[in-house]
């Protein structure tokens, strides 16, 4: 029965993906040949249509590893590739966690080795002949090697830490899970802007005086306090130009990337900045980490309830073993699965954001000029190729900030 249930999610989901794929490659040619009156005088054809086709160019490669990642899902679980791993491992390992690691690390290692041609292609193939890609393979495989040695430091001391709760915190184990999710979390945030991120890019404190007489100006009208605003060399990797607010307490922070700051005048910047203090404002930072870690007691509490059942593992292919623990294969089966029944709440996740992003538009208008951050839109809409003319359907589906026109005509009537 769960099997079935299984399946029509699975069937369900990719005709959908299919669907809203197609409407939007479909949407966006329609609308290529003309920009949008509104933009007519800001944008030319010609970037219209190189924004146009980078659009489809994506779609189709994230389809494609859509169907491929669908395809290995099911190897995995209905047609037993977990099964066969689960076996090998009991008979090749006799400590009990680490033969529950080596099934957590093999699934992911296979997960990692099926998406890393489509990152090769999504950087040297397509963001490569958009002009966007700066990566060189060199600087590719180091940032790989780097990314493993981060998930093994953090994420496998996690995953021991879980798989032990669950063989001996009792029948609630879900709980103490949580509480360490939430703890790991907490420890990621905090080092995520000193720590991690640092080595990736280097992050130095914004040097210009004038950007910093007009943020200071801002700053202090709105009521922050700034304590770091940082440059990142994002052209390190990409010509696209982006601004994030991250960290909590003293390691707070707003990171401009390089290419942004080169791109707009001080006023954009300024307005730029005055958006991302209203998602500081609105407190959507703090609201998502509890939204998050609410879902995530959800998720466990049910994670704890499915391992108690055989179906949930007959169901998806793979015998439990008798004797042994399970924690690791129901551990791993939840997380291949959960996203096939959680992909209908993406258009809700899409909705929230979009409603944050407009309350952020918002407040930098009432803070900053409406109308220098219509400028800086349309030029970050430009320069990073996104196109003006998405599907409805599809942009209410994925899309995390609104399009372009309607952010625009909202603050045009911004008081
Ligand atoms: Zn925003």
Known sequence: MFTLWFIAFLFANTLTRTWVAVRQIRHVGKHRGQVPPEFADRISLRSHQRAADYTSAKVQLSLAQFVVETAALVALTLLGGLQYLDLAFARLIDHEMLRQLALLGSVVAILSLISLPFDIWRKFRLEARFGFNRVTPRLFATDMLKGLLLALALGAPLAAAVLWVMGNAGANWGWWAWGLWVAFNVLVLWLFPTVIAPMFNKFTPLQDDAVRDRIQALAQRSGFTLNGL???????????????????????????????????????????????????????????????????LIFLLTLNWLSQQVWFYTGLGVLPQLGRANDALALVLFLLVVPVFTFWVTPLASWFSRRDEFQADRYAASQSSAAALISALVKLYDDNAATLTPDPLHSAFYDSHPPAVLRIQKLSYAP
């Open 230 to 296: 940082f440059v990142m060399d994002g052209s390190k990797r990409s010509a696209h130009g982006n601004a994030y607010f991250t960290g909590f307490g003293r390691s707070r922070r707003i990171v401009f990337f390089d290419t942004l700051l080169a791109r707009l005048n001080v006023d954009e910047i300024e307005a730029v900045l005055a958006h991302e203090l209203g998602h500081f404002k609105h407190r959507h930072i703090i609201k998502r980490m509890f939204i998050s870690f609410a879902m995530a």
